[in-house]
């Protein structure tokens, strides 16, 4: 790399092993925060071809693999796992999300590599946990958001059960991997002793039901699809205007009178079906169409400058283009280009120690010669162990 992503985690070294999308995406964390990435895969002619679909050079691979180097090592060999645990030996992290079973048949599980190195932080992700009933079953995205009561919630009432157009279950696992090893990291300042972090594609999604599962675990409701429509705060949702739809949040009274005469209807303030948030509630769809008649005699623009200019909360529903070509997205800084690609950058800004996208994914083993020297190995050794297939 040229320069470094970030200051803030440039001291620690990180071997990555994890595939698919939740574990990099754990990883990218670190290595968008300056880690010293060194990402571990099979040799090409062990390959079995289980990461994120499509080649290297597709978007999907590039985005969650930046920022770290590669290096080639066959760990289905005694020699391989070897190797593994010289690199373990300086390592402060190493992430993995195999399933639980595997760890232990390969002989890199968190209590013999803890033993190598009791400093180490060794985060986990799996689909279902590390024990319990099902914690063997392999794990994916869509298989969690069903399991997590994600998909009984979202979409249209009566239309089925409708997935979240992202992989959220992946995506969240993985960031709430990394928070745990921040937590590990920091906790070993005191301690000096490392400790297993783990986190599942469904508890992930289990806590991200948030208030929703808030509502089924202190109250006993279970909560229904509502489409477009808040669950609770009334009226928000998505609204027709004359040339196409926005999105309102008018939640709390003040915010619903300001509301009613901004859109030139006061009288709907006074109407008794809507004079609390409850009766709005009661008679929801009469109260959407009374809002979108007046909607619809304005532009979306219209009623986002007034709105807004009124305090209330309010905005376009854009497409994924139009999002990154708003004039605050882009003032924000939320695209990064190396040479003259485009990645997403992290959505948290530090004010000493930034982080950046500075390097693309690497190749498959492009740092294997480096990382071996690191650990002692001359040009005689490492041609010995590609001769043998071991890198």
């Not at 895969?41 to 289980?50: C, I, R």
């Not at 590990?184 to 991200?208: D, H, N, P, T």
């Amino acid at each position: 790399m040229t320069m470094l992503a970030s200051d803030a985690l440039s001291h620690l070294i990180v071997l990555d092993l994890t595939r698919v999308r939740a574990g990099p995406t754990a990883v990218r964390q670190l290595a968008d925060w300056g880690a010293q990435v060194i990402k571990i895969e099979m040799p090409e002619h062990l390959d079995e071809g289980e990461g994120i679909g499509g080649p290297r050079e597709d978007s999907d691979f590039r985005n969650v693999h930046r920022n770290k180097r590669g290096m080639t090592l066959n760990l289905k060999s005694s020699e391989g796992v070897a190797i593994l645990k010289q690199l373990v030996a300086r390592a402060d992290v190493l992430v993995e999300n195999y399933r639980p079973d595997v760890k232990q048949r390969l002989g890199i599980d968190y209590e013999t590599l803890s033993a190598i190195n009791p400093r180490l932080v060794y985060g986990s992700i799996s689909g279902f946990g590390q024990d319990g009933p099902n914690s063997l079953r392999p794990g994916f995205d869509q298989i969690a958001q069903g399991m997590g009561g994600l998909m009984s919630i979202t979409g249209q009432p009566g239309q089925g059960p409708m997935r979240v157009g992202i992989p959220i279950a992946d995506l969240c696992a993985g960031i709430f991997c990394a928070y745990g090893i921040a937590m590990a990291l920091i906790e070993r300042e005191k301690s000096g002793k490392g400790q297993w972090v783990a986190s599942s594609l469904l508890q992930a999604q289990l806590f991200m039901l948030d208030f929703q599962g808030a509502r089924w675990l202190m109250k006993g409701e279970v909560p229904g699809q509502a489409g477009n429509n808040h669950p609770t705060a009334i009226p928000t949702g998505v609204y027709r205007t004359r040339d196409g739809h926005m999105n309102l949040a008018v939640a709390g009274h003040k915010i619903w009178l300001r509301f009613c005469e901004a859109i030139g209807a006061t009288e709907l303030s006074r109407h008794p079906d809507y004079e609390s948030n409850e009766q709005r509630s009661r008679h929801r769809d009469a109260l959407h169409a009374e809002i979108e008649q007046r909607l619809r005699e304005q532009d979306t623009a219209h009623w986002i400058d007034r709105l807004n200019d009124a305090g209330i909360p309010c905005g376009p529903i854009y497409s994924v283009d139009q999002a990154f070509e708003d004039p605050q997205a882009q003032h924000l800084g939320i695209a990064q280009k190396v040479d003259d690609v485009a990645y997403l950058g992290q959505p948290v800004t530090l004010s000493r120690t930034p982080s950046h996208v500075v390097a693309h994914p690497p190749a498959l083993g492009e740092h294997t010669d480096a990382v071996l020297r690191e650990i002692g190995y001359d040009d005689a050794g490492i041609e010995q162990l590609r001769r043998r297939g071991i890198v």
